[in-house]
Each structure stands twice: as structure tokens, then as C-alpha cells.
Nanobody, 131 residues
Framework: QVHLLESGGGVVQVDGSLRLSCAASVRSFSNYNMGWFRQAPGKEREFVAS????????NYADSVKGRFTISRDNAKNTVYLQMDSLRPADTAIYYC????????????????????????WGQGTPVTVSS
């Protein structure tokens, strides 16, 4: 059973930076495509970024392109989300997500961009951007 644990959230001022981490308790982390989502108060969960199992082919929501960077370290079973130039609109709970990428599948190296493309979720870490 895979468990995901996010960390790194907190309170930051406008234009500040934070780096979120998501540690996965799984032996074959390099077989999982990973993603980050967020949910602001009163809003639905939305896609932020995703990355395939080899660490290539990142995808980003338009709202975070050029400001956020997703990366992963398969040796450490960890995926990261570097968030720069933060805005109040980025305030949300940030969730890490994972999905097993079946070998030899046509989508094995394609990280999903929808929440229904992932089936393992962390508990979330809160991010507050104050103006």
C-alpha cells in the first residue's frame, strides 16, 4: 500500500517562495507518475502540475506556468513543487497524488492532468500567501 506524505507548506508573503515535498512509502517509486493538486476554500480541487515516472514531460496549469516547477528524486522517493512569485490566489491546501504507470502501456510516460487520473492521495499541506 502506497502512502504519500506532504510537507513544506506554511505562510508566506506575496512574491515569496516555498518548496513542497511529497515522500512516498513505496519500493518502486520510479514506476509511479506523480502530480500536485490544490483546493482553495469553497472551490473544487484543481490541477497544478504533474510529472512522469522518469522525471520528464512535466505538465502545468496555466495559472502556475513560469512560477512553479515540479521535479522528482527517484532515489529519495520524493516529488517536489517549487513555488515562486506566490500570489494570494495560490492560497490552498496542496495535495500530492500518484498513479502506477503500467509498463509497456501507451500512457506509461504520460503524467495525468486530471484528478481522476490519480488513485493515491496524500493528506495535503496548507499554503497561505498573505498580502
Amino acid at each position: 500500500q502506497v502512502h504519500l506524505l506532504e510537507s513544506g507548506g506554511g505562510v508566506v508573503q506575496v512574491d515569496g517562495s516555498l518548496r513542497l515535498s511529497c515522500a512516498a512509502s513505496v519500493r518502486s517509486f520510479s514506476n509511479y507518475n506523480m502530480g500536485w493538486f490544490r483546493q482553495a476554500p469553497g472551490k473544487e480541487r484543481e490541477f497544478v502540475a504533474s510529472i512522469n515516472k522518469s522525471g520528464t514531460g512535466p505538465n502545468y496549469a496555466d495559472s502556475v506556468k513560469g512560477r512553479f516547477t515540479i521535479s522528482r528524486d527517484n532515489a529519495k522517493n520524493t516529488v517536489y513543487l517549487q513555488m515562486d512569485s506566490l500570489r494570494p490566489a495560490d492560497t490552498a491546501i496542496y495535495y500530492c497524488a500518484a498513479v502506477f504507470a503500467r509498463p509497456f502501456s501507451a500512457t506509461s510516460y504520460v503524467a495525468p492532468v486530471r484528478s481522476d487520473g490519480f488513485d493515491i492521495w496524500g493528506q495535503g499541506t496548507p499554503v497561505t500567501v498573505s498580502s
